[in-house]
């Protein structure tokens, strides 16, 4: 039997109905790749570790999930890679389809859990975006994401373009109360993993 945290229990229990059965799926896929793995809250979402490491994590926001492998970077195949599109590897997961068959994660989870073995670095991106530049993300900004850390889990995670829309967004307000309302209609809109058009997305 897989070791579980009722703190897990209490994030599944509160998450939107759709969500459940794709967070649970994943809690069970996770301990089937990885027996021993030890489940927590980080950054007010779900997260397993291996040896004592991160090895991924769920989120469920108003509208989709997430799943977010630490080292998959390294171990998710191009074809199922959608980090362009949402938090994670996996893109907007609004059920248990869109989801890679259960041996292709089985088999990601195992890579990752020998690259925690090896003692490898994570990356979040391949080498060839690495030379791509990061967002000057201004310091007000920074310090609103500190404060929310659903919203500074999701940012993070986030690719260049999808921060760089809310940062321009932001930052282009001419006048201060503007800007203030932009602002945290921003950090909303983030912490349920969000695009800035999300709006304008096909559901």
Known sequence: MPKTDKKIDAYLAKSAEFARPILTELRAIVHEA???AEE???WSCPHYLYNGKILCSTAAFKQHCAFHIWHGGQVVAAKDNKSDE?????????STKD???KKTLVGYL??????????????????AKAEKKEVAVPDYFTAALKKNKK????????????KKEYVEWVT???AEETRQRRLTTALEWIAEGKSRNWKYEKC
Request: hydrophobic share 35%; net charge positive.
């Open 34 to 36: 990885c027996p021993e």
């Open 40 to 42: 927590t809250i980080k």
């Open 86 to 94: 949402a938090m994670g590897q996996f893109g907007r997961i609004t």
């Open 99 to 101: 989801l890679p068959p």
């Open 110 to 127: 195992k890579k990752a859990m020998e690259l925690i073995d090896s003692g490898a670095t994570r990356y979040l991106r391949p080498k």
């Open 151 to 162: 919203a500074q889990a999701a940012f993070d995670g986030f690719s260049y373009s999808h």
């Open 172 to 174: 282009e307000a001419k």
